[in-house]
């Protein structure tokens, strides 16, 4: 079995940064060799895991590609961000094994996990267990997932599904607006489900400036996800003042 090296790595992070920076790379959207030159330049600012995936991302060999070549020479873990079970590939450290708990598709409740269990376990990931909850519409993570997503305005909601996470046993919960979200979760929501849920909290989608990660990380996310932000040519430098920002901002 894969134990449980990745949530102790994240756990002694927390312990000296306030809020981790997670840099999702998209396998469809960049090529291996930006890739990883991305995810070294990434590590050197202070990011402490690099996300793999894409809601459309079903090329799994092209995934399993980009994955294992990022990998060389790199500190910081590679978690896998899977979209489907295409997204289980060999090489990396972990996996977000995620329910999209407000989906109205059993499939990406608990049979997307159970197609793709077996690969984990013969892979040797080690399976982070996550509620995946989609806030908003109008997102691919929305439509591929078939999610009814919680309202904006609607924190309590949020909570609730994070407080029934927290019963059925799973340790995170990733508040997703959508990748290139126009709206960002509000730091109202992440305050609610922070008092409610006692585990590591993940919040993506929209995040691109200073002002946005630390009110998200001061309202007591964990980590914190970006991945449009880069692929739209943002610069490190200015990744950089964000990854501070969050990381001495509670
Ligand atoms: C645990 C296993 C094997 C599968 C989980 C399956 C689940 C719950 C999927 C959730 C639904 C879904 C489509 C999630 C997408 C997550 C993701 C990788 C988002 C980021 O990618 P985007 O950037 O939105 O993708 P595109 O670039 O393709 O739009
Ligand atoms: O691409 P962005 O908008 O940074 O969102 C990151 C992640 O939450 C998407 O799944
Ligand atoms: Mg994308």
Redesign the pocket.
């Known amino acids: 079995m894969a134990g449980d090296k990745v949530e102790s790595f994240l756990k002694s992070e927390l312990k000296k940064k306030n809020t981790l920076l997670f840099v999702?790379i998209d396998s469809e959207v960049s090529n291996l060799e930006a890739s990883s030159k991305l995810a070294k330049d990434v590590e050197k600012i202070g990011a402490s895991a690099i996300l793999v995936g894409g809601s459309s991302a079903t090329d799994q060999i092209e995934m399993a590609q980009v994955v294992k070549g990022i990998k060389k020479g790199l500190k910081i873990p590679i978690i896998l961000?899977p979209g489907n079970v295409t997204g289980v590939v060999p090489d990396a450290d972990a996996i977000l094994f995620s329910s999209l708990m407000n989906s109205e598709n059993p499939y990406f409740i608990t049979q997307a996990q159970a197609l793709g269990a077996p690969s984990v376990l013969k892979f040797g990931l080690e399976p982070l267990p996550t509620a995946y909850l989609v806030i908003g519409d109008g997102t691919s993570?929305w439509f591929v997932g078939s999610a009814r997503g919680i309202p904006f305005e609607k924190p309590k909601i949020a909570a609730a599904y994070s407080l029934a996470a927290q019963f059925l046993g799973m340790r995170f919960v990733y508040l997703?607006?959508?990748?290139?979200?126009k709206t960002h979760v509000t730091p109202e929501m992440v305050k609610t489900v922070r008092h409610a849920f006692n585990g590591f909290l993940i919040v993506?989608?929209?995040?691109?400036d200073v002002k946005t990660a630390e009110s998200l990380a001061k309202a007591g996310a964990d980590a914190l996800?970006?991945?449009?932000?880069l692929?739209k040519g943002g610069s490190i430098k200015k990744l950089e003042e964000i990854a501070k920002a969050i990381q001495r901002s509670k």
């Open positions: 999702l961000f993570a997703e607006a959508g990748s290139g979200a993506g989608g929209g995040i691109k996800v970006i991945g449009t932000f692929e």
